[in-house]
């Protein structure tokens, strides 16, 4: 829709926006199909962080832009330096290495929108909650928890919200389930939260309903916050050898010395 183009234009990152229109020129000007099961961990990486592309087009862009670096880097090189090899060389390795972390970088802004969202998903929770306390209507409370979140995650609720009125799911439960699949393997806390909003739906009593709710908020606070734990706990290994390489062993130096 009209309003989605223009929300994710005004908060879609830049760098985004400009790999987005390199992989459309790329596909339009020579399509290079990569094998199935690339194209759908890139398909997957695309519809997270909210591309406008195809694999097809990433996939393209990942091998034509190193070519066209390494053909015009070899062209300048013979012109300027008469035929020496380093220069030339130089352009050829390099243009060989940009072809794997171009081809991974739907992956990478992939995870970043993760790590991003995932910052944001206890307030979601807290909101979505706070909003059905009062009304019981889930898809009033994602478009009310949207519209007081920033992006990322604002974004994707509003195409949860925006999948319906385009009729591509027919529920918000059919349209938020198939958005929470995409965090199964990254976040079953938010994942478990949301089932339980949901399930509140069905209560019949209202002092049930407000507990499920409780219970839903209560449940992504208690697992962050064993995420947390175990973060630290495996820090202190980690801290525990920087200490000794840059505090101990620096001043055990001196004392010898």
Known sequence: TREYS???????????????????????LFRIVPDPKKAALLQES????????????????????????????????????SGGIFFPAF?????AILIMPLGNAPHFMANSWRMKASNQMVLSVFYI???????????LAIDFAAEHLSPPLSLDFKRVIWNIETEKYSTVKESLDV?????????????????????????????ARVTMLD?????ILQETYEKMLHYAHNLKSPMTMLHMLGIILPILGLVIL
């Open 6 to 28: 223009d929300f994710k234009n005004e908060y879609l990152p830049k760098h985004m926006s400009w790999y987005e229109q390199a992989c459309n020129q790329s596909e339009k």
């Open 46 to 81: 695309i519809d997270v962080c909210h591309i406008t592309a195809t694999p097809t087009g990433a996939y393209s862009f990942s091998l034509l832009f190193p070519l066209a670096y390494i053909l015009f880097g070899v062209a300048v090189s013979f012109v300027l330096t």
């Open 91 to 95: 352009f050829l390795i390099t243009g």
């Open 129 to 139: 909650v706070t909003y059905m306390r009062h009304t019981s209507n889930l898809e």
């Open 179 to 207: 958005y929470l699949d995409s965090w199964r393997k990254w976040n079953m806390e938010f994942i478990e939260s949301m089932h339980l909003i949901e399930g509140s739906l069905f209560e019949g009593n209202e002092a």
């Open 215 to 219: 219970k839903a908020l209560d449940v």
